[in-house]
């Protein structure tokens, strides 16, 4: 009987300091989703994102992959204010662009922004950042890139109620030098967003990444949706996952149909 007894004692302390534990994981995951799904969380990360899209040139045979290497780096700048830097570097491979045989992979023109934002929300809940936004002309070829330095303004905005995130993030670019005989930049990026996180920490988003260019009087609207997961690989935490695109409009000779989208982030909480 007494043996009985220190056997469901046993059980039941296992039990009590185990359910904490595991309730502590889960509201840490929770935790990490929900900075995940904000793009200036204070949260050092580095996606990799490889787009895939097709019915490019002239007679809709080129196809592009774009392999965009996304590090995002908090620096906190005093008690009230942060500093989130956000880069995009391109690596490209297309085929049959900008016409049938012709192609080029290599480094596209890398995007730089920096938000400074307040560390908490405002009275309403809403979370924002604002700053500079740069267009380096880094492409390995002139195929790949504008060959243009550009500079312009970066607003991002967002609200998280429960397990919804929506916001939206937008930029402007203007071309302040550069090769004089390729195209002046003036580019706008609408990029609204919408995501819920559910319980197994499964993100469900849905966006556009819509830009108009005012020079060549053009719009380019990809509509995404992706299903992420949050997990371990190791004791790194990372988020897999993937989704399609559908291309509402683009340019002439631009993209068409729909294309894919996959993602790998790693991150590294404090």
Excluded at 87 to 107: A, K, N
Excluded at 150 to 157: D, H, K, N, R, S
């Amino acid at each position: 009987m007494q043996t009985w007894v220190c056997i469901t004692a046993m059980a039941i302390l296992g039990w009590t300091l185990t359910v904490p534990a595991a309730a502590q994981e889960d509201e840490k995951a929770t935790e990490l989703a929900k900075k995940l799904a904000n793009p200036i969380a204070n949260l050092i990360s580095v996606p990799i994102q490889a787009n895939y899209d097709e019915g490019i040139g002239p007679d809709g045979d080129g196809s592009q992959w774009r392999i965009n290497v996304q590090p995002v780096i908090p620096f906190s700048l005093n008690e009230e204010w942060n500093l989130i830097t956000r880069t995009i570097v391109p690596l490209i491979d297309q085929q049959d662009v900008p016409i049938d045989g012709m192609g080029e992979s290599g480094l596209g023109d890398i995007t730089a922004s920096q938000f400074f934002s307040p560390k908490e929300p405002t009275a309403g809940g809403w979370i924002w950042g604002a700053g500079p936004v740069w267009l380096l002309p880094t492409a390995s070829d002139d195929a790949l890139g504008g060959e243009k330095f550009g500079i312009g303004p970066t607003l991002v905005a967002l609200k998280q109620v429960g397990p919804w995130t929506y916001g939206a993030l937008a930029n402007h670019i203007w071309s302040v030098a550069g090769d004089d005989d390729r195209d002046d930049v003036s580019a706008t990026l609408l990029q609204p967003f919408l995501s819920y996180i559910t319980k197994t920490k499964t993100t469900l988003s849905l966006n556009t990444e819509a830009t108009y260019d005012w020079e060549a009087e053009e719009w380019s609207v990809p509509i995404n949706f992706g299903v992420y997961q949050l997990l371990k690989m190791g004791k790194l935490p990372v988020q897999l996952g993937g989704g399609v695109r559908y291309w509402a409009d683009s340019p002439d000779y631009g993209p068409e149909g729909w294309g894919a989208r996959l993602q790998l982030t790693f991150l590294f909480p404090k």
